[in-house]
């Protein structure tokens, strides 16, 4: 029948209002917004709808994992974990160990010491996921003549590798993008090896690029002496001076042991630096080699780049330190953000970029908001003159609808894009569609003899079933999009998904209270449809 009870019709009153004053913030001004804000205090801050890339304008990168740094990075890691093994086993080797494209080899002459070091070098594969799930090893170890052993990086540890290093990536990227001060930036994987940025509200492409493309890869080593061994070294670029200078291959602090980064000024001349600071991890391995190598040279090295060589005048004990290198203000700011984000695992490289103008972006919002308003009209004036009354109580439903995908998209913080507003307009016409099998199923029931009591009862439980079906399998639709999809598509996914859910409350639930109400207080003789 119909009979509403009163706490139904306050909750359903109650959730109208609630969508209207949560979705009222995102269509004032940014400067009645920004007034509101300075009146509220911080825990009650109004949200607004977030425009996507297309809608505002942004800078779009898209990014790819250098497969060749990221086994560069592999051999070297092998290369000290082998050192590693022989040093603990005290085990004696010709020639050092040398590296190679895929691996690196050494050859230990004595067959009691290959027979000591073979179980372990065989045990650097353990802890890989490739090994783990049961696959082909990451790592293959093979033994040839004349003590010659040979440990090579197969195809699966560098893939398996390069998949780590995006989902590690990301992490690392949404927080330097963050520091930047801007809002609701996408991060999202594409295939194995790639990686999507898109910065909506950000016009200076420049500096997005400077913050991802580089590694931030911070390390101390010390410089080489005369006369080191040439296994043990290597030669690097130096950023405050032309050439080159030898750095010794060990790393004797890294820079994932820092904690802080902050830009500052040198008290001695004013320039702009990097003030850093060591965990305690960090701080004593700072203080041992500090107080171990006094008088050396001991270089900062930023991606494979020495920044600068101080001489190690005193032990350095307190965990704090000071990077130099004629920066400007933007670069010691940018280095801060870098180094408090954290280093990406592998080098990335922009592959493609792209710039949406505010211009172009209002563009959209215009040609949106015509389609929107053409097809919300015309399903207005369909329903006026094919329903009457009944298409009134139809098209105020629709626009309560409308108002809670808004609302949705505020409280999940989802991004409207344009074909976000593309699903939007397609709900306009599923939420109308409901209210007509409703409407025809009240028409069918009267045509057959029923009372207007029966008939409006009838046409609303058996057309609920149909209803429900047909959006439960769109629900099912826009679920795979999403999940299978990424970026526009899953902005038109959201969209739709939240249009079929106020579906069932604006086109069933509302319109059928209006009805219920407008029967009680008119009591008509027959129906207006």
Do not use: C
């Not at 350095?316 to 400007?328: E, K, N, P």
């Amino acid at each position: 029948m119909l009979r509403f009870s009163k706490w139904k019709i306050i909750a359903v009153l109650a959730l109208t209002l609630s969508a209207i004053f949560v979705v009222v913030p995102s269509l004032v001004s940014p400067a009645s917004l920004q007034a509101i804000s300075k009146a509220l205090p911080e825990w009650a801050q109004p949200r607004t709808i977030v425009l996507g890339l297309d809608l505002q304008g942004g800078s779009y990168v898209m990014l790819e994992v250098d497969k060749a740094s990221v086994l560069h990075t592999q051999v070297t890691n092998l290369r000290d974990d082998v050192r590693r093994i022989l040093r603990e086993e005290k085990i004696a080797i010709t020639g050092g160990i040398g590296a190679q494209a895929r691996g690196v080899q050494l050859r230990v002459p004595d067959a009691a010491d290959r027979a000591k070091a073979m179980p372990k070098l065989r045990q650097l594969a353990q802890g890989f996921g490739a090994a783990r799930m049961g696959g082909a090893p990451p790592l293959e170890v093979r033994e040839g003549e004349d003590g010659l052993i040979q440990i090579v990086v197969t195809e699966v540890g560098v893939t398996d590798k390069v998949r780590r290093a995006v989902d590690q990536s990301i992490e690392v990227i949404r927080r330097r993008v963050d520091a930047l001060g801007t809002r609701e930036p996408s991060i999202q994987r594409q295939g194995d090896d790639r990686i999507i940025v898109q910065v909506p509200g950000l016009q200076d492409p420049e500096q997005l690029k400077t913050i991802l493309g580089q590694t931030a890869k911070l390390e101390f080593r010390l410089v080489a002496e005369p006369g080191a061994s040439p296994s043990e070294t290597e030669e690097l670029e130096q950023t405050e001076q032309q050439g080159k200078i030898g750095i010794e291959k060990q790393v004797m602090v890294q820079g994932e042991d820092l904690t802080d980064a902050q830009p500052g000024f040198d008290q001695r001349n004013g320039e702009p630096v990097v003030n850093f600071r060591f965990n305690i991890r960090g701080a004593q391995k700072f203080g041992d080699v500090t107080s171990k190598n006094v008088g050396r040279l001991f270089a900062i090295v930023l991606d494979n780049k020495v920044i600068s060589a101080p001489r190690i005048l005193t032990p350095i004990t307190g965990g704090s330190g000071q990077i130099s290198g004629h920066f400007t203000v933007e670069q010691a700011n940018n280095l801060s953000i870098l180094l408090r984000a954290g280093a990406l695992p592998a080098k990335l490289d922009i592959v493609e970029e792209r710039t949406v103008g505010p211009g172009l972006g209002q563009d959209s919002i215009d040609a949106g908001k015509r389609a929107a308003y053409v097809g919300a009209g015309l399903v207005v004036v369909y329903m006026l003159i094919t329903y009457g009354v009944f298409g009134i109580f139809a098209n105020l439903a629709l626009f309560v609808h409308i108002a809670f995908i808004f609302a949705g998209l505020v409280l999940t913080g989802s991004t409207l894009t344009l074909p976000g507003i593309a699903g939007i307009v397609l709900t306009i016409g599923m939420a109308v569609d409901s209210n007509v099998l409703i409407y025809e199923r009240i028409r069918e029931e009267q045509h057959g003899g029923r009372s207007i009591l029966a008939s409006l009862d009838a046409g609303f439980n058996r057309a609920f079933a149909t209803i429900v079906d047909s959006n439960v399998t769109m629900f099912v639709a826009a679920a795979i999009l999403y999940f299978l999809g990424s970026g526009p598509v899953r902005g038109f996914a959201v969209s739709l998904a939240l249009g079929i859910l106020t579906t069932i409350v604006t086109a069933v639930t509302m319109t059928r209270m209006m009805i219920a109400a407008w029967y009680h207080f008119a009591r008509p003789t027959r129906l207006p449809i």
